[in-house]
């Protein structure tokens, strides 16, 4: 009789499944933003006269304002004291509106010819655009790990997590496999357009999902008497920061990412430059890594939530994410079979390593604390991989590895006009990503000695009930 009094929404697995759709689409439509870009940057020299640091600068901005303005902190100690629906909903209004700056900025030709603080202006605008998408992506990506925690801690946490990024990765693969076509047919901003509509139906999607939190409310009143031991405080920042396990899985998150998010960036022209494949369809292959992602993490999420293991399978996907790298590195190794090959290899890393590092932060960190943990690797994965390395790859093509340039007649915007094709040798790059991967293996082994010492429970399974 107690049992059934004390029975909330979160008990049933219909409405669980139900809340981590929704908030998995409004992520879906931020990684088709993320990512849409990425096939563009042959376009993007060509039409718009970019250059591979100005891309690489334009790809870094997603960081900007969540590690020098310390938004992704402020986001995270905001997720913790408002709650998920007001930073979820904050987070999906900043999408949406620096996807529109960002559209704004690639489409008008009033910049043309125009600098703004010492830079190309429309560069400068769609890179302010893209910091401020970026500031909401990673909001809404912290908010929706802590909304999985809350409605399934004690059940099927690994595979939810894994499932919601599987689902989250469907808009990855739809932006590298479509956007080089549709700008092929329309031009180099009406991918973007596209995305902005998304992000729109996003918003709505989080909206009703608002909704079922407020039932969810609802059905826990004994949640309206908080304990305060239970309220967040700001010198729990320092508890966090003092959690060894905690820096291990941080520096983990950081390096694993830069060997992916940054290599997505300039995937599509890898298979350009390297293994010859045509302009509008650059974006296929890498769009399988995502694709693999989508079957593969929910399978690792569920081997976890059921066996545990989940340090041993963040050691595993740190080699296989190296191993695919010394692949596409390897100068005689350029058809395209060989890319797809470590393409497929990759995903299968990618899928290792994050069904498994999600769902331990909570075996390091008191749920009260959560939002500011995540937002604090987060931060150090914006430092890292999405503002660091996309800007050290775009440099280092500009400096070392430019190996010829062509002037060639195309049609741009109905008028033949002539563009430079410039011509990389990616074998520099490629031997970075390796080295993340490295590192990533080397911080993983540390993670899994350490929960040797501390018994965190990494190796043990989720699932309690």
């Not at 290599?263 to 650059?282: H, I, N, R, T």
């Not at 990759?346 to 604390?369: C, D, N, T, Y």
């Amino acid at each position: 009789m107690v049992d059934a009094v004390r029975k909330t929404l979160r008990d049933s697995k219909a409405a669980r499944w139900a809340a981590m759709f929704l908030v998995s689409f409004a992520m879906l439509c931020g990684y088709f933003v993320a990512d849409v870009a990425s096939p563009l940057k042959p376009f993007m020299e060509q039409q718009l006269h970019w250059t591979s640091s100005e891309y690489g600068f334009f790809t870094s901005a997603y960081g900007w304002f969540n590690v020098f303005l310390g938004m992704l902190v402020l986001g995270g100690i905001i997720l913790d004291k408002w709650g998920a629906r007001f930073a979820g909903i904050l987070a999906s209004a900043m999408m949406l509106l620096g996807c529109a700056v960002k559209w704004w900025a690639i489409n008008t030709h009033s910049l043309d010819g125009q600098t703004m603080l010492g830079a190309n202006a429309q560069v400068m605008m769609a890179s302010l655009g893209y910091a401020t998408f970026g500031m909401g992506l990673e909001l809404i990506g912290i908010t929706a790990t802590k909304i999985i925690v809350r409605w399934f801690k004690g059940y099927e946490v690994a595979l939810a997590m894994g499932l919601q990024v599987a689902v989250a990765r469907i808009g990855t693969g739809l932006a590298l496999g479509s956007s080089a076509p549709i700008a092929k047919a329309f031009k180099v901003s009406t991918p973007i357009l596209l995305g902005t509509l998304l992000l729109a139906v996003g918003l709505v999607a989080f909206l009703v999902y608002c909704v079922m939190d407020r039932r969810l409310d609802a059905s826990e009143p004994a949640q309206g008497a908080a304990n305060p031991d239970d309220a967040f405080r700001l010198s729990d920042i320092g508890s966090i920061l003092a959690n060894r396990g905690f820096w291990y899985i941080a520096i983990l998150c950081a390096l694993f990412y830069s060997a992916v998010f940054p290599f997505l960036k300039y995937a599509p022209d890898l298979m350009v430059q390297k293994f010859g494949v045509d302009e509008g369809l650059s974006g296929l292959i890498p769009a399988m890594l995502p694709f693999g992602t989508m079957l593969l993490t929910p399978v690792f999420g569920n081997f976890y939530d059921k066996k545990g293991k989940g340090a041993t399978i963040m050691i595993l996907g740190s080699a296989l994410i190296m191993a695919a790298h010394v692949l596409f590195t390897l100068p005689f190794l350029s058809h395209w079979l060989v890319a797809l090959f470590a393409v497929l290899l990759l995903g299968v890393g990618f899928s290792l390593v994050p069904s498994a590092m999600w769902p331990s932060v909570p075996k390091l960190i008191p749920e009260r604390q959560l939002g500011t943990a995540y937002s604090l690797i987060f931060y150090l994965q914006n430092l890292v991989a999405l503002m660091g390395a996309p800007y050290l790859i775009g440099w280092v093509l500009d400096e070392y590895c430019v190996t010829s340039r062509e002037q060639v007649q195309q049609m741009v915007d109905g008028i033949s006009q002539e563009v430079t094709i410039v011509h990389y040798d990616y074998m520099i790059p490629m031997a970075i990503f390796v080295g993340f991967g490295v590192l990533a293996m080397v911080f993983a082994t540390m993670l899994k000695a350490d929960d040797r010492k501390m018994n965190y429970g990494l190796e043990r399974p989720c699932r309690t009930r």
